[in-house]
């Protein structure tokens, strides 16, 4: 079992860079596929991006895709969001999610049994 901490959400001007960090705790996590996932108010949650185990293969949306960069560091058992050219309707809390089977569904949330408890991104016009 892995337990998962998001920091470094925060209010940032239109335009402005955050980054996010995931930490993982329990497990030795380059064991964990890892994703990236948004939930705006009154909207449902969605895929924002995922990492493989090795860190070498990354998808994102059209939406976040060019603006937004998944990393990792298996050594430090972080995985990290760095998000620029930050647009309004970015406005969400961000969640880390990771598991350790991998059935290919990278962007449903149901593939992840593992989420932390988010956190608040604000992006202001």
């Known amino acids: 079992q892995v337990q998962l901490v998001e920091s470094g959400g925060g209010l940032v001007q239109a335009g402005g860079s955050l980054r996010l960090s995931c930490a993982a705790s329990?497990?030795?996590?380059?064991?964990?596929?890892t994703g990236w996932f948004r939930q705006a108010p009154g909207k449902d949650r969605e895929f924002v991006a995922f990492?493989?185990?090795?860190?070498?293969?990354?998808y994102y949306p059209d939406s976040v895709k060019g603006r937004f960069t998944i990393s990792r560091d298996n050594a430090k058992n972080m995985v990290y969001l760095q998000m620029n050219s930050l647009k309004p309707e970015d406005t969400a809390v961000y969640y880390c999610?990771?598991?350790?089977?991998?059935?290919?569904?990278?962007?449903?949330?149901?593939?992840?049994?593992?989420w932390g408890p988010g956190t608040q991104v604000t992006v202001s016009s």
């Open positions: 999610a990771a598991d350790r089977t991998y059935r290919g569904r990278y962007y449903l949330m149901n593939e992840y049994g593992y």
């Open positions: 329990g497990r030795t996590f380059n064991g964990y596929f």
């Open positions: 990492i493989d185990r090795s860190g070498e293969i990354t």
